[in-house]
């Protein structure tokens, strides 16, 4: 994630931020602009950037009320909502402390993925723009059987409707989850941007005729889903399955196949673009080959190859820091020619959105 700075006083402030620290202006992301500013309240009631007196009048995110929101809508603009929480349908019961601070996780995450579909240009309508096939998002609490039982809410695509299962905001439950899945990496984030992948193969490879490109990397999508979901989950992977595929899940069926691709897009643009911001470059002495500095955005990469190129040795630098502490590797992935040949199909697909528009001008 990019870095800012606080248009009052000029200090480092980050996305997810509600005040600055220095000089205690509150701030908040506008998303038309992608950055986060200090923002004050003029004589009409509205909040406008520091210093910007004829800015487009602004006010908080709804949710922001109850610390779970930092972004802001204009004037007049939809019901209060931003652009992520406006998708919302239903949430976390905020009558109690869990509940409430459920949502605030998920939020982060949901609003992390926003400003990654935002940068690309993706397409978001909402269930009132789309009604059939719009992004919407059930936040959805587990249910007791009437024997007492715990019935765990299911995460799932469905037609742009997404389903995320809220009690994995917390950590003791996602962790049992990725256990008991036998997953090596499990988050919200990612539940987010994988889950959003099957929306995006929906609106840029089904609804505009791209099946038989998408097909020729990815399979035939018309193979039966349940019964493709019932044989890995009886048989796991096939033997080998790591030169050709991200995960093991991704063996499943095309559609987790892509979906699980996009998710690592987003992952590695997003975290390139954090060591970007941070200036961090990789030089181990007498290992040149794996020397990197990131010195491009990566959300506007030429290809994933130059992505991947940056990403390998980045992320064997941070599963090596994480392995000194005593913790398994947080990217315990392998990118081969064949898995980049597919995310360079996932590039060309979105960055051919993200050229589509002109974005607002940001500093680097």
Not at 26 to 54: I, K, T
Not at 104 to 122: D, E, P
Not at 155 to 178: M, P
Not at 244 to 250: F, V
Request: with cysteine; hydrophobic share 40%; glycine share 6%.
């Amino acid at each position: 994630m990019r870095l800012f700075a606080c248009d009052a006083c000029g200090h480092t402030i980050h996305f997810d931020n509600r005040s600055c620290v220095n000089c205690g202006h509150n701030l908040g992301f506008v998303p038309e602009r992608l950055a986060m500013h200090a923002l004050e309240q003029g004589d009409d009631g509205a909040l406008r950037p520091v210093n910007e007196p004829q800015a487009a009048p602004l006010l908080m995110c709804a949710n922001a009320a109850a610390d779970i929101c930092n972004w802001t809508v204009p004037v007049g603009g939809t019901d209060g909502f931003c652009l992520a929480c406006r998708h919302n349908r239903l949430v976390p019961n905020t009558d109690t402390p869990q509940g409430l601070d459920r949502w605030r996780r998920i939020g982060q995450a949901q609003r992390h993925l926003f400003y990654s579909i935002l940068k690309l240009n993706l397409p978001h309508p909402t269930r009132m723009e789309d009604p059939q096939g719009g992004l919407v998002f059930d936040l959805l609490e587990d249910q007791i059987d009437d024997n007492g039982n715990t019935v765990a809410a299911m995460t799932l695509h469905d037609e742009g409707r997404i389903a995320i299962r809220a009690a994995e905001a917390d950590d003791a439950v996602r962790v049992a989850a990725k256990e008991n899945m036998d997953e090596p990496y499990r988050t919200m984030l990612g539940h987010f941007r994988h889950e959003v992948g099957h929306f995006i193969w929906n609106k840029l490879v089904r609804d505009v005729g791209r099946l038989e490109e998408c097909r020729a990397v990815f399979g035939d999508e018309r193979q039966d889903y349940a019964a493709a979901l019932q044989y890995h989950y009886e048989n796991g992977p096939p033997l080998g399955w790591q030169q050709t595929y991200i995960s093991s899940y991704a063996t499943t069926h095309p559609w987790e196949d892509f979906a699980e691709c996009f998710a690592h897009y987003l992952h590695i643009a997003d975290t390139l673009e954090t060591a970007h911001a941070f200036g961090i470059a990789i030089d181990p002495r007498g290992h040149e080959e794996m020397a990197v500095e990131v010195a491009f955005d990566p959300y506007r990469a030429t290809s994933a190859a130059q992505l991947v190129a940056a990403w390998v040795p980045l992320s064997v630098a941070i599963n090596s820091i994480q392995r000194s502490l005593g913790e398994g590797d947080i990217y315990p992935f392998v990118l081969t020619p064949a898995v980049t040949a597919k995310l360079e199909y996932i590039h060309q697909l979105v960055q051919g959105q993200a050229n589509a528009a002109t974005l607002p001008v940001q500093a680097a």
